[in-house]
Structure formats: C-alpha cells, structure tokens
C-alpha cells in the first residue's frame, strides 16, 4: 500500500512537471479536442497525461519521418508505451490506462490532421520537450 501510494505520488509530480514543461504551441490544438466524458478528477488527469505523454511521443516521431529530428533505435511512441507500461497501467486501475490511452489517441489523431504545422522550428520545440521527458521518463 505504502509503495502504491509512493508510486502515486511519483505520477502525479511527473503529470505536474509535464504540465510546466509543454512549451507554447507544442501540441498542435490541445484545446480544440473534444473535452471527456469523464466521471472523476484522476479519469481527467489520466487523459491528460495520455496527451502531454502520447502527443509528444507523436509529435516526435512525426518529426522523424519528415526528417527535421533525428531517429533513434526505438521510436518515441515505442518508449512512451513501455514507460506507460511499467508505471501507468501496473499501478493503476484498467479504467484509468483507458483515458491515458483515449488523450493519446485524441492527440494522434489531432496531429495526423495537421501534419503540415510541423515544420523544421516546430519539430526542434517538440525535440527538445522530448528531450525533456526522456530525462524524467528514466528516473522513474
């Protein structure tokens, strides 16, 4: 319980951190996408850390294959999901990773709408916010 709650609070502070790290403009209409239909706070923020999370690791990879950012052995996306793997859904309820993965999916589906916004300065903003995220990702 003790170690639960541990992780937890380890969550929350990464959400946080997210929060204050998303630079202007970094995600492409977040606050165009339809709002949740969600019940509780944690389901709210469950999603928005699918956004801030799975968006960026979108964003990244985008930028990859229009080629402003550089690739790597393991896809941005690829990395998310294993991070959400082994600190989301392991000490989570299922019915929270479901509104992780619905906010990552809002953003998917946002970028691919708007691919032409992410031009060679935009990408190097998303890179350096993965950038970001990669050094707390491997504290966790």
């Known amino acids: 319980m003790a170690t639960e709650n541990h992780q937890w609070q380890g969550i929350k502070k990464l959400l946080a951190i997210f929060a204050l790290m998303v630079p ?8 165009d996408a339809p709002e949740p239909t969600t019940n509780t706070q944690t389901q709210a923020q469950a999603r928005q850390f699918g956004i801030f999370l799975g ?5 990244y990879d985008l930028c990859v ?8 052995n393991q896809s941005a996306e690829d990395i998310a999901k294993a991070f959400l793997e082994k600190t989301w859904t392991t000490n989570q309820s299922t019915d929270e990773a479901v509104f992780v993965q619905d906010g990552w999916n809002t953003m998917k589906k946002e970028i691919s709408e708007n691919e032409s916004f992410y031009t060679q300065q935009r990408c190097a903003s998303v890179g350096k916010q ?8 491997r504290k966790k």
């Open 24 to 31: 202007a403009g970094g995600l492409v209409h977040a606050y």
């Open 55 to 59: 968006g960026t690791a979108s964003q």
């Open 65 to 72: 294959k229009k080629g402003f950012l550089p690739k790597d």
């Open 130 to 137: 993965w950038a970001k995220l990669l050094v707390v990702m």
